[in-house]
């Protein structure tokens, strides 16, 4: 073989075997979903799938409502992707396209808000919630979550790049206006954008934990992710029950995500670099 | 009808009809384009409501004392003169800066090294990409419940491993730097991949023309990668320490769910934002808990603005 090869087939190994370590936990989560504690508890473990999923799942569904939280994670996953779409994409179409009189600043107001670190307005934005009485209701997870800087700045560039001026000027002599133009035109055209931000918004609210865990004080009506550690601080130490618990939460996502995948990782770093 | 007609200014009605867009004036101006305000202005009242109002509230909280039912009491200073003394403060910040640090400084050196491998390989590109993403998509109660079971002092699979190989087990959840170094591992494991798929969208943009003629110079390995690949990729690293910054300031999830309210021994999984979360809803005191978080808002645009200066900088290196 000579050097170059061997080089590469080095790349390779190194290569797959940062792959184990990034998928090992999926692989060992199942070992664990599927056996006992006792089989867990030994040393060495067993690292082969076991024939305790049944039995471990239902010792999941009977400490947390698991179907119920579900059923709000995926009431919220939805609504929360479908606003943002189409909110983030009419702003991003009038950013990308005219030049109405204070675009610049109110744009630049908007990457601000980039950095403004969110997380501390749980305790006013707690409040808030109090006074509009949305405490323990879903609306206060998918009302705030509405309209987002990063979806109007991904979407955006993309207009930016994918529609041409010429095809909007041509929309605009036979009389259509704006929302003639983005509903004809636009959503068509950056379908593929859409897409990449419809996967990325509904992960990021499946997965969401502080604001949730602040804001549904019935822990009868939570999302899944509360819900998960409702049954962790219970359970903790049963691990084949807190594991199937796991699983089951992030089963749904990585299946939509290799549905998907191929072009979502791509669109993500171009967004990104901002190509 | 007659008067008005003569009494009509000079200037013909039709017009500015015609032409809408001739000379309307500003106001006018900003009129035609109501359907582009329009479109904007959801993010704005959300963000106004539930973004800039929360942060301007706690704000005002910060100076008052209040339990959340009660009335609220006009404090002053008291609750930031207590902060200066708050032992347990200065913990949580010293947690949050190291757990940080642990976890920014090796995800991102990781992350290039592996850009720079991805981008050097032909075949299964696209797989390893896929791969190394997934942990990303992982929710973080998920993935910290799963790292708790790991790194269990008794039956946890980290030290069965070092048990086998000889090694003394590790009371990784029970001691100071095992809570911080899990920490730091979970985040290593969630955010090289992401970063790194960052990265190869940026060597992918360096003209492969650079390389040629830096080989054709005779330039070895390191060399092209200190010397092309490292300062034509700077605005790209910045950004993801900025990204980083911004998040790992703001950890809470990890230890929430790994050490539980206690945040473990000694309190070493105690960040700013889970002590002012506990300070707010467990111990019911909004203005402590507000004026926590107005230091913790300090800290990170300090530290963006540290960043931002940083970029600057280099941008102004490179055109001189």
């Known amino acids: 073989m000579t050097p170059r090869r061997v080089r590469g087939l080095l790349l390779h190994v190194v290569l797959a075997g940062g792959t184990i370590l990034a998928l090992f936990p999926f692989y060992w989560m199942v070992v664990m979903a599927t056996n006992t504690n006792a089989d867990i508890y030994r040393f060495p473990p067993k690292l082969t799938f076991g024939s305790q999923l049944p039995t471990n799942l239902r010792n999941v569904f009977d400490s947390i409502d698991f179907f119920g939280s579900l059923l709000n994670t995926v009431i919220v996953a939805t609504t929360t992707t479908l606003l943002v779409l189409f909110f983030d994409s009419l702003a991003a179409f009038a950013f990308a396209k005219f030049d109405f009189p204070g675009r610049k600043v109110l744009f630049g107001v908007l990457i601000g808000t980039f950095f403004l670190p969110v997380g501390l307005a749980i305790i006013p934005g707690f409040v808030i919630m109090v006074e509009l009485g949305w405490v323990g209701s879903l609306k206060a997870l998918v009302v705030p979550a509405a309209a987002n800087a990063f979806g109007i700045f991904f979407l955006r560039q993309y207009i930016h790049n994918a529609v041409p001026d010429s095809v909007l000027d041509a929309a605009r002599l036979d009389g259509a206006g704006f929302f003639r133009q983005y509903f004809s035109l636009i959503v068509p055209i950056v379908r593929p954008g859409l897409a990449f931000l419809g996967i990325y918004t509904f992960i990021a609210s499946w997965n969401d934990f502080i604001w949730p865990l602040v804001v549904l004080v019935n822990p009868d009506q939570v999302t899944l992710q509360v819900a998960l550690q409702q049954l962790n601080s219970v359970h903790g130490l049963d691990y084949s029950r807190v594991m199937t618990g796991a699983l089951l939460s992030v089963i749904p996502l990585i299946v939509m995500f290799l549905l998907f995948a191929r072009n979502f990782v791509s669109d993500l770093a171009m967004g990104a670099v901002g190509e | ?320």
């Not at chain 2, 409501?49 to 009335?71: H, M, N, T």
């Not at chain 2, 930031?80 to 910040?93: A, C, M, N, R, T």
């Not at chain 2, 360096?206 to 490292?230: C, H, M, P, W």
């Not at chain 2, 530290?303 to 001189?320: A, C, H, K, P, S």
């Open chain 2, 1 to 320: 009808m007659t008067l008005s007609r003569t009494a009509a200014p000079v200037a013909p009605k039709t017009r500015p009809r015609a032409h809408p867009h001739r000379a309307p004036g500003r106001r006018r101006r900003v009129l035609s384009y109501w359907p582009q305000y329009l479109a904007i202005s959801p993010f704005y009242i959300l963000f106004a409501v539930f973004g800039l109002a929360p942060v301007l509230f706690s704000f005002y909280l910060a100076f008052q004392r209040w339990d959340g039912i009660g009335e609220m009491q006009f404090a002053g200073l008291d609750n930031f003169k207590y902060l200066i003394k708050d032992e347990v403060f200065w913990l949580s910040l010293r947690n949050t800066l190291l757990i940080w640090v642990m976890s920014t400084v090796p995800t991102l050196c990781l992350a290039l090294v592996l850009a720079v491998m991805l981008n050097s390989v032909k075949r299964f590109k696209a797989f390893y990409r896929m791969a190394f993403f997934i942990p990303n998509i992982t929710s973080v109660v998920a993935i910290s419940i799963f790292f708790g079971a790991l790194f269990a002092t008794n039956y946890g699979l980290v030290n069965g491993v070092l048990e086998t190989v000889g090694l003394p087990g590790v009371a990784w959840l029970q001691s100071v730097w095992g809570i911080k170094t899990v920490i730091a591992v979970l985040t290593v494991w969630q955010w090289t991949g992401y970063n790194a798929i960052i990265y190869l969208a940026g060597l992918q943009t360096i003209s492969t023309d650079l390389y040629e003629q830096a080989k054709v110079d005779g330039a070895n390995a390191a060399q092209v990668f200190f010397r092309i690949t490292l300062p034509l990729l700077r605005p790209i690293i910045l950004f993801t320490v900025v990204i980083s910054t911004v998040g790992g300031l703001q950890t809470f999830t990890e230890p929430k769910v790994l050490v539980g309210d206690t945040a473990g021994t000694g309190q070493s999984g105690l960040t700013m934002v889970f002590y002012f979360y506990r300070q707010a809803f467990s111990h019911n005191d909004y203005g402590y808990g507000a004026a926590i978080a107005m230091v913790v808002l300090l800290v990170v645009a300090l530290f963006t603005i540290l960043n931002w200066t940083l970029v600057q900088r280099g941008q102004d290196g490179e055109n001189g």
